[in-house]
């Protein structure tokens, strides 16, 4: 699978943005995907993981770290091939280049976990 992540963007603090991630390839569902962004100066960090579809998985289980708990949604779209980044009540230090990751795993938080990674996609949130 190849991911392509595109939607940033410059917005104002307490705004919203979604973020897109494509992907090519067949068996995008069998995929757990996840959003990690890096800040300038900052390591790479977790932001949220939505695992495959299917079995007890259902459409998709979902994890977020506790800095974007109650305002970001990630979600996928299997038949679109396509995962989501729903990002609500921005605020000045989610300002990051934004990346999408895909794991063979069920699902992932932990970088090491994910075997393809998509460009970023900057996101700039002004107070």
């Known amino acids: 699978v190849q991911l392509q992540a595109f939607g940033g963007g410059l917005v104002q603090a307490g705004g919203s943005l979604r973020l897109s991630c494509a992907a090519s390839g067949r068996t995008f569902s069998s995929y757990g995907l996840g959003w990690f962004r890096q800040a300038p100066g900052t390591e790479r960090e977790f932001v949220a993981a939505i695992s495959l579809s299917g079995g007890t998985w259902n459409n998709g289980r979902t994890y977020y770290d506790d800095s974007v708990k109650g305002r970001f949604t990630i979600s996928r779209d299997n038949v679109k091939n396509t995962m989501y980044l729903q990002m609500n009540s921005l605020k000045p230090e989610d300002t990051a280049v934004y990346y999408c990751?895909?794991?063979?795993?069920?699902?992932?938080?932990?970088?090491?976990?994910?075997?393809?990674w998509g460009q970023g996609t900057k996101v700039t949130v002004s107070s």
């Open positions: 990751a895909a794991t063979a795993q069920p699902m992932g938080v932990l970088i090491d976990e994910y075997d393809v």
